[in-house]
């Protein structure tokens, strides 16, 4: 089955407490990406990655980081997090370019709260 | 910079009704425009996706509609029932890194 998946799905953790997100897709997605949902706020894309070891920042990258080493993982990194990164956060994956395929496939979210 | 509306931010109707959902984009040099639906606490599912170069896309009881020159998008349910209930959330591609631009969402209310 086609998806994109997420680990952990839920994480309570204090701050300062270094934390990786997983992020995998079985599609061969060139462009992955990462989003945070907020109350309010919607939903704003946090990093972008257009293909292994090409990744760049989006609307909010503050205080985090990601890495791109292979071709279907996508992880996000909170190396010390703070109370204001506690949200609802979504990695999504599609084909690359503008073609007709560019549809995104969202993973099924990670709700962390940093106490 | 690329804003996306959704109106109204709330809808309540009765089952049975046929319903339309309004989405607006200020730059209309999109790649495409999907909509989704979000259940309360979950993901994001996929509903439909329209290139910039279609004008409408169709999926069972849903009908979207693009009109990229004047920055406009709805979604058109038919028949409405209660699992329909959810919120709606429209994005637009574009851009150099084919983010995709959300709107707020509008919270679907379908009564039995």
């Known amino acids: 089955e086609a998806q994109v998946t997420q680990n952990p799905r839920y994480l309570i953790t204090v701050t300062g407490k270094k934390l990786t997100v997983t992020c995998s897709q079985n599609?061969?997605?060139?462009?992955m990406s990462w989003y945070r949902q907020d109350p309010g706020l919607g939903l704003r894309q946090i990093y972008y990655?257009?293909?292994?070891?090409?990744?760049d920042k989006g609307d909010v990258p503050e205080g985090y980081k990601v890495s791109r080493k292979e071709k279907r993982n996508f992880p996000l990194i909170l190396e010390s997090p703070s109370p204001n990164q506690t949200s609802l956060y979504f990695c999504?994956?599609?084909?690359?370019?503008?073609?007709?395929?560019?549809?995104?496939?969202f993973g099924p979210g990670t709700r962390l709260t940093v106490l | 910079k690329q804003e996306v509306t959704q109106i109204p931010a709330a809808l309540s109707v009765p089952e049975g009704e046929n319903l339309v959902l309004n989405c607006s984009f200020t730059?209309?040099?999109?790649?495409?425009l999907q909509w989704f639906r979000q259940d309360p606490g979950k993901g994001l599912t996929s509903l439909l996706l329209?290139?910039?170069?279609?004008r409408e896309q169709t999926s069972g009881r849903l009908n979207a509609s693009l009109d990229k020159s004047s920055g406009r998008s709805t979604l058109y349910i038919a028949a409405s029932q209660p699992g329909d209930s959810a919120t709606y959330l429209c994005?637009?591609?574009?851009?150099?890194?084919?983010?995709?631009?959300f709107g707020k969402g509008t919270l679907l209310t379908v009564n039995p």
């Open positions: 599609m061969n997605h060139e462009y």
């Open positions: 999504a994956s599609s084909t690359h370019g503008r073609g007709i395929y560019n549809e995104q496939f």
């Open positions: 329209i290139q910039s170069s279609q």
């Open positions: 730059d209309s040099a999109i790649y495409n």
């Open positions: 990655s257009m293909n292994v070891e090409v990744t």
């Open positions: 994005a637009v591609s574009g851009g150099s890194n084919y983010k995709l631009t």
